[in-house]
DNA sequence: CCGGGTCGGTAACGCGTGTAACCTGGAAGT
DNA sequence: ACTTCCAGGTTACACGCGTTACCGACCCGG
């Protein structure tokens, strides 16, 4: 005794195999029903009950090992640094790799560089890894992850790196488009809001860059604002306003355009005669706000197509043809 | 050639033994500075850089079916379906049990029924199970996971069953909750909203539940109403809201409630004199609202606790003392 | 009575690891 | 000079699984 707490002793097949009183090669034939070999009805109907008696389950990870290949894709990605837009779309894409033999699976690691990030991810020996935030998986990164035979390396992002495959997810033209719309409605001092929770600076960098860069065509400005998604921060930020000289703001997020819009609004800095506000990811929220905010929707491509494109990848090194993520304006009273 | 694209042949440690003239025992010994076997600091070096020459990492379902144990810790959990107040709180624990030595892992999925989906978990041989739905987790599920081999099974739920480890989570006391406070301020006939989106119902009937036996305590009447988190709904909810006779209504969210406020308003329905409006989750946008929402904030417990209680599940079967979730009454100006 | 074919089953190997057990050569103790 | 010991290495096995090759029994035609 004693000996029960210890090691609850999971079942194997050979549990099975030894219950229904034939080898584990048999065990294995029908629970597989592999179609090369022939196996009686009599000792399968022995073999599917004892499994069902023993509660047995294979074991993925030996299942792979022998087979040399995974099932696993890979995501990495923190729950919390995903806004309510990409969740949707991640849980749409999770569901079409499910139909497809996948197991989807988010990961979400705080790791130094992009290298020690890849050798944990590596050590998973995935089938493939979905980066979103593919800016910050370098060709260095990508060459750890293919030498550990992940066969499929996909990111999201605007910039291609040697070994990686790329879908066009370029935050810049984000930034840029909302900046051009906001030149267009003669604002000339730009404000773009920079979050201050971790994870969330791979979208807000390129999105800055992008607005700047419309500046440097134009006689416009562009002002990178830090601010926190608490109200602290918002009202500290809303106070000292005028001070800034700001005519017009991108917030990261519908979100934080929100948080900011009422403070401004308490801080008696009036939208949009004083100050035009445009947010981003067309969230519900965007149109409830007083006044309705504009926004950039973030047009994503369909999952069932990037789920294919992976498969094709995965399985035929086939490098994908899927649009990118389009950026569209969508434009209400607040600017 | 034509090779190069079949087979990258993922390095394993005896391509490191090859490599350093040495056998994959000392790689190991090496790699895992094994206190037990000494090893010269020359040859340590050699597969120190071999190994690093390579970009060897190791196979972590080798390692885990060799050991018999493996650090991986499962969260069945969809990102969309987590509301912005338990997606941080995921992000902390992950962090927690990384410092464990644990690595967490988030995996949605759409199962017919709960064995079904402890099936697929089990597959993975995962070291614990930590579902945040737990409700839904059965006793003959648990059963499927501990048969193959996971240590812990820890669940926040309400109702504790047979072979899991439970954190209390009971929702149901966050609908009395809110149901005590509307009876308190006077109101009679209270409506809970029951979204229309998928795996949020886990939540929302207890939370009905909990509403209904404090009714049947008073003289208030309860009644369920379903809406989905659209703008379309919303308003088609608020449009035949006279005929429902409802004068209070507790939202499952406080994006639900906000989303309701403002096509309430809309309609022309005055809160909070006419009808009074309780959120949930304390967000940031609840705040904002106007009028400013009533919410019921839900305290963790905190994740360094109780990553710490699993650690100690896992390692030697000690059943976690874990206080559990706490629902708290936030009130402002919409009840 | 014998050769060939099919059906139903088993033995054995390897996937990539970690580790217990076993060698070997040289230094130290007797 | 013979044993003892230890540092520094290797060989061999097991983990749970899928699969290839093999084997016995039976049936059938010649």
Same mark, same amino acid.
């Given at each position: 005794?004693?000996?029960?707490r210890?090691a609850p002793a999971a ?14 090669a ?11 070999h ?21 074991h993925?990870?030996a299942?792979?090992? =022998? ?12 729950v919390?640094a ?14 079409e %790799?499910?139909q497809?033999?996948?197991?989807t699976?988010?990961?979400a690691?705080?790791? +130094?560089?992009?290298?020690s ?16 935030e593919g ?10 992850l293919?030498?550990?035979g992940?066969r499929g390396v ?7 790196a ?6 066009? &997810?370029?935050?810049?033209r984000?930034?840029a ?5 906001l030149?267009s409605?003669? =604002? ?6 920079? +979050?201050?929770e971790?994870?969330?600076?791979t &979208?807000?960098? +390129? ?5 700047q ?9 562009v ?5 926190a998604?608490?109200r ?6 809303a106070?000292?306003?005028p001070?800034?000289g700001?005519d ?15 403070a ?5 800095? =009036?939208?949009p005669?004083?100050v035009s506000?445009?947010g ?7 149109a ?6 504009t926004?950039v929707? %973030?047009d994503m +491509?369909?999952?069932a ?15 994908p043809?899927?649009?990118g993520?389009?950026?569209?304006l969508v434009?209400r009273?607040s600017?």
């Amino acid at each position: 005794m004693g000996k029960e707490r210890t090691a609850p002793a999971a079942v194997t097949s050979a549990d099975v195999a030894r219950l229904a009183g034939v080898s584990r090669a048999t065990v294995s034939f029908v629970l597989n029903n592999t179609q090369a070999h022939r196996v009686s009805d009599t000792t399968r109907a022995r073999v599917l009950a004892a499994a069902d008696q023993l509660g047995y389950v294979p074991h993925a990870a030996a299942r792979s090992l =022998r087979a040399g290949r995974s099932n696993l894709v890979l995501m990495p990605a923190s729950v919390s640094a995903v806004g309510r837009l990409v969740s949707t779309w991640i849980d749409d894409l999770q569901g079409e %790799l499910e139909q497809l033999g996948y197991i989807t699976v988010l990961h979400a690691g705080r790791f +130094p560089n992009a290298v020690s990030a890849a050798r944990a991810w590596a050590e998973l020996r995935p089938a493939a890894v979905v980066a979103l935030e593919g800016d910050s998986l370098t060709g260095q990164a990508a060459d750890v992850l293919t030498k550990a035979g992940v066969r499929g390396v996909l990111a999201f992002a605007s910039r291609r790196a040697e070994g990686i495959h790329t879908i066009d &997810f370029d935050h810049t033209r984000v930034g840029a488009l909302a900046a051009e719309h906001l030149v267009s409605r003669g =604002r000339r001092n730009l404000g773009v809001i920079m +979050p201050q929770e971790r994870g969330l600076d791979t &979208f807000a960098r +390129p999105r800055l860059a992008g607005a700047q860069s419309v500046a440097s065509r134009t006689t416009a400005s562009v002002t990178p604002v830090e601010m926190a998604y608490t109200r602290g921060s918002a009202a500290e930020l809303a106070e000292r306003w005028p001070e800034l000289g700001l005519d017009a703001v991108f917030a990261y997020n519908d979100e934080y355009a929100a948080l900011l819009l009422h403070a401004l609004r308490d801080a008696g800095v =009036r939208v949009p005669e004083e100050v035009s506000v445009v947010g981003c990811d067309d969230l519900l929220v965007s149109a409830l706000q007083q006044p309705p905010l504009t926004t950039v929707r %973030l047009d994503m +491509p369909a999952p069932a197509q990037v789920a294919d494109a992976l498969h094709e990848l995965v399985e035929r090194g086939v490098p994908p043809e899927v649009p990118g993520m389009e950026p569209v304006l969508v434009q209400r009273q607040s600017s």
